[in-house]
């Protein structure tokens, strides 16, 4: 106690001193001048207090001593917290900082696709336009992970807000005038952003291609079915997403080819969920029509960081 002291400014001894008096003409002005340092340092009441000054930090203690109803003394432990509480501002300072980025690439990204909106605006021919409009929802859809990220300590986020989210933007971004609206069943949970990122845009792809080549100017409806498996403890199964978007519109070409596919989106698709993802893609038509899109992700890398 008395070294910790001593590294607050005492240059006296701590024999015969009142505790509570001492520590409050140490503390730094401004700082922990309250009835909770005084209660703690005179041991009156079981809680804890800091005191801070010349740069360091004290923790106090009080464990009051009392016999028979009566209290006869206290214990006060002392510890200095310094080292520790300088990290945690760091880390506090490092997570400010890590929300402020996520926020300013959001901006970012909103302003390049304004700028390809208003691009895609001045041009004549449709299938530049078309093609303008859909880097227009591939950039909101990374837009958005970063909207949420900057809202969050962690680089973890809710994903199914961002799903809800991503349908409804790729569902309205898409040149057919459809006014279907794209149905979420189950829940993604929360991910992180290594895996949120390329998961929106894969969303995005899927109900956007459903809205233009599956339903096409025809009414009809898209379903996103999401089944989490968490790892349990002492259980060999590991965590996973699996996915399945579906359509009933007119199903796929009798020639598809999901590995010789000129479609940009599905190569965009496949390239984030196999090569990047590590999962697993399947393309195939329904049996009373449309089409069937199912994923499996593996989520072993998130264990540890999802709470």
């Keep these: 106690a008395l070294s910790a002291y001593r590294r607050l400014g005492l240059a006296a001894d701590l024999v015969g001193a ?52 009566v209290r006869i003394g206290a214990l006060v432990m002392v510890r200095d917290v310094t080292e520790l509480r300088r990290r945690e501002r760091e880390l506090l300072t490092k997570d400010a900082t890590i929300r402020e980025i996520h926020h300013r690439v959001k901006n ?91 998961l929106s845009m894969v969303l995005a792809e899927l109900v956007q291609n459903a809205v233009e080549h599956g339903l096409g100017q025809g009414p ?39 590995e010789g596919t000129t479609s940009l989106g599905l190569q965009i698709v496949r390239t984030l969920i196999v090569g990047e993802l590590g999962g697993t893609l399947a393309i195939k038509p329904r049996e009373d029509g449309g089409t069937e899109v199912a994923i499996s992700l593996p989520l072993e890398h998130e264990e540890g960081e999802v709470p």
């Design 18 to 69: 009142r505790l509570d008096r001492t520590t409050l003409e140490l503390a730094a002005p401004g700082e922990a001048r309250d009835e909770a340092l005084t209660y703690t340092a005179s041991g009156r009441a079981p809680q804890e207090a800091e005191v801070e000054a010349r740069g360091v930090t004290v923790q106090l203690r009080a464990i009051p001593l009392v016999i028979d109803g």
């Design 108 to 198: 970012n990204l909103q302003t390049v696709a304004a700028l390809l909106r208003l691009q895609s605006r001045r041009l004549d021919v449709p299938e530049a336009r078309a093609a303008l409009d859909e880097a227009v929802g591939r950039v909101g859809s990374i837009a958005i992970v970063h909207e949420m990220l900057s809202h969050t300590p962690d680089e973890v986020v809710d994903f199914d807000d961002i799903a809800d989210r991503v349908m409804q933007m790729a569902a309205e971004v898409s040149s057919t005038g459809s006014t279907v609206v794209p149905r979420r069943e189950g829940g993604f949970g929360l991910l992180s952003a290594l895996v949120a990122t390329p």
């Design 220 to 258: 009809g409806k898209i379903e996103v079915r999401v089944r989490r498996f968490d790892a349990v403890p002492g259980h060999p199964r590991t965590s996973s997403l699996e996915l399945a978007v579906f359509d009933d519109g007119g199903g796929l070409p009798e020639d598809f080819d999901l």
